[in-house]
């Protein structure tokens, strides 16, 4: 009877050993327009050596940027989702699912939706990845904790349009800080106290922000850092009310102020001085 026991607890324990050495199966998902997140989805997949597949539409969204926004207010107006081609892969094989997309209004492209709504994530790791004009990280991360509640939403990744050529760089260093793949990562200190922006702060936040139109925001504190050698601002800023063109007469604002957002601003030496994301 003893001798049973042993070779059951020993069965237990060589089960267990087997089952902690094992792989997490990776698959990479990822929607896109216009190319952006599938060279994102590409690097992640490439660096993991893992398996990856794009969400389609089965009525594509192929028109030009103010065709799509048009298609999306219908949408929304209608309160409809586009349905979506089926997927080769079989998801429930999966322990980790990085799921890529591109910002839309705020949150993550129409398609996406629709995967979150026609499967369940429950129990599996998740790593969120996006590309946008100015921002969106964050909301959207929100927004898919709120659609996939019992799902393990890891740290997400996002690079705007502008700055892909840091996007491969950018990958791996968040790889290694989320344990993904080996390699030396100084994980960052946190933002100094906001301090009220001096002249050479503005001087700063407006090179940072040059040629992005959309962004119409009046710096008002920063705060600073030394993230893994390169130095990184994050300013307070406040939205300013659009007006209307003159000829409107007396029509008011059409857009109201979105209030105080954050302007992340990164500077690698001799390379670049842009911001890094917006969060409203
Ligand atoms: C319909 C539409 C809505 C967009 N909305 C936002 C937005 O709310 N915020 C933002 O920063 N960028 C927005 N963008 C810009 C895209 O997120 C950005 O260009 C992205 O990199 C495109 O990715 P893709 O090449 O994978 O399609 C929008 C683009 C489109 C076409």
Not at 24 to 47: C, D, H, M, P
């Amino acid at each position: 009877m003893k001798t049973i026991k042993v070779m059951f607890a020993v069965a237990i324990m060589a089960l267990m050993f087997a089952s902690c050495g094992k792989k997490e199966k990776i698959l990479v998902l990822y929607y896109s327009q216009t190319g952006n997140t599938k060279a994102v989805a590409e690097e992640f997949a490439n660096r993991l050596g893992a398996d990856i597949e794009e969400i389609t539409a089965i009525v594509p969204y192929d028109g030009d940027f103010q065709a799509t926004i048009e298609r999306c207010k219908e949408e929304m107006a209608l309160d409809s989702l586009p349905d979506i081609n089926c997927l080769k892969h079989n998801i429930n094989e999966y322990d980790v699912i990085f799921i890529g997309y591109p910002v839309w209004f705020g949150t993550y492209a129409p398609p996406i939706a629709s995967f979150l709504k026609d499967n369940n994530l429950s129990g599996k790791k998740i790593v969120p990845f996006c590309t946008f004009g100015s921002g969106g990280l964050e909301s959207s991360k929100k927004d898919l904790v709120d659609a996939q509640p019992d799902a393990w939403i890891l740290p997400a990744y996002g690079v705007r349009a502008a700055r892909m050529d840091f996007m491969p760089q950018e990958v791996e260093t968040f790889l290694i800080a989320n344990g993904f793949i080996k390699g030396k990562y100084l994980y960052p200190v946190t933002f100094s106290y906001p301090h009220p922006v001096s002249d050479a702060d503005i001087a700063l936040y407006d090179a940072a922000v040059k040629g992005y139109p959309m962004l119409n925001a009046r710096p008002v504190e920063v705060g600073f850092r030394s993230n893994n050698g390169d130095l990184e601002y994050v300013y307070t800023a406040v939205d300013e009310p659009r007006m209307p063109a003159p000829d409107d007469g007396d029509k008011k604002p059409d857009l109201p102020p979105a209030g105080k957002v954050k302007v992340y601003v990164k500077i690698i030496p001799g390379v670049d001085t842009s911001f890094t994301r917006v969060v409203r």
